[in-house]
Nanobody
Framework: QVQLVESGGGLVQAGGSLRLSCAVS????????MNWFRQAPGKEREFVAS????????VRAGSVKGRFTISRDNAKNTVYLQMNSLKPEDTAVYYC?????????WGQGTQVTVSS
């Protein structure tokens, strides 16, 4: 059983920062990319960022480039999403995701609310 648990969400004013964490536990065999998605009210879940196992390759959605940074610490089985210069349109539930041995795993999500 693999579990992903996000933390670090909250309420912040526009222009502020938050750092989300996602801890992975369980039978995590092999190497795997880690991803962040988000879902705003009334909208579909959308891709935010991805990072390779080594951390050497990252991909970010255009809407967050220059503001969000994804990183990981494999010794701690944790992936991070540093979010700077937050905007009200970043308000959403943020989910981490991993595809391990062909199976998609999701965390329960953490709410991020950015006030104007």
């Amino acid at each position: 059983q693999v579990q992903l648990v996000e933390s670090g969400g909250g309420l912040v004013q526009a222009g502020g920062s938050l750092r989300l964490s996602c801890a992975v536990s369980g039978r995590t065999l092999g190497t795997y990319n880690m991803n962040w998605f988000r879902q705003a009210p009334g909208k579909e879940r959308e891709f935010v960022a991805s990072i390779s196992w080594s951390g050497g390759t990252t991909v970010r959605a255009g809407s967050v480039k220059g503001r969000f940074t994804i990183s990981r610490d494999n010794a701690k089985n944790t992936v991070y999403l540093q979010m700077n210069s937050l905007k009200p349109e970043d308000t959403a539930v943020y989910y981490c995701n991993a595809r391990i041995l062909g199976i998609d795993y999701w965390g329960q999500g953490t709410q991020v609310t950015v006030s104007s």
